[in-house]
């Protein structure tokens, strides 16, 4: 069974850092592309980052200079650095592994979700 | 403002059929990326249910159905369950902004 486990979701002042992790299990983890993606309150789903299973990552424009993707394939998990932090970056965070080929993914499993709160 | 457009909701009966788009452009469903829909309750982890535009996931309900044509997709939910009261999300591939995008979202409610 496909299983990913958030963390690492708190409260934080704006401009602050905060690292989110994601452990995966139920599958070969290396293999797979994996995604973060975030919805804040009120508001609908957003893609955040990918990364591929070769090392290939790619942002959205909203935090593309101020976010990094990462992952330890040797603890099966994923990673998000998120630096700069402001309010709008407020939302549950979802990491969610993929299926597809050639960047063409969808989202076949995905996590409960970590709550990052930007305020002061 | 999504890249993706969808109707904000739909409502039907239960036992009804109720059917939501997915309105793209040329750099997204119009440049033959597929569509992807996930059903999803606030708060807790979405749910894949229709991929490659018409294909379901083992233990999705037939009852769901996705078609694409052109740059816009539909989801379609034959006898409406109350269980099926959810934010519905398409999804796919943009190439002008080489990264994946959302729909608007659609709120199901059973009345």
């Known amino acids: 069974e496909v299983q990913l486990v958030e963390s690492g979701g708190d409260l934080v002042q704006p401009g602050g850092s905060l690292r989110l992790s994601c452990i995966a299990s139920?599958?070969?983890?290396?293999?797979?592309?994996m995604v973060w993606v975030r919805q804040a309150p009120g508001k609908g789903l957003e893609w955040v980052s990918t990364?591929?299973?070769?090392?290939?990552?790619i942002y959205a424009d909203s935090v593309k200079g101020r976010f990094t993707i990462s992952r330890d394939n040797s603890k099966n998990t994923l990673f998000l650095q998120m630096n700069s932090l402001r309010a709008d970056d407020s939302a549950l965070y979802y990491c969610?592994?993929?299926?597809?080929?050639?960047?063409?993914?969808?989202?076949?499993?995905w996590g409960q979700g970590t709550l990052v709160t930007v305020s002061s | 403002q999504s890249v993706l457009t969808q109707p904000p909701s739909v409502s039907g009966a239960p036992g009804q059929r109720v059917t939501m788009s997915c309105t793209g452009s040329g750099s997204n469903l119009g440049a033959g990326n597929d569509a992807h829909w996930y059903q999803h309750l606030p708060g807790t982890a979405p749910r894949l249910l229709i991929y490659g535009n018409t294909n379901r996931p083992s233990g999705v309900p037939d009852r769901f159905s996705g078609s694409k044509s052109g740059t816009s997709a539909s989801l379609a939910i034959t006898g409406l369950q109350p269980e099926d009261e959810a934010d519905y999300y398409c999804q796919s591939y943009d190439i002008s902004m080489r990264g994946y995008v959302f729909g608007s979202a659609t709120k199901v409610t059973v009345l």
């Open positions: 969610a592994r993929t299926t597809g080929t050639n960047l063409r993914y969808y989202f076949e499993y």
């Open positions: 990364m591929t299973a070769v090392g290939t990552t």
């Open positions: 139920g599958f070969v983890f290396s293999g797979n592309a």
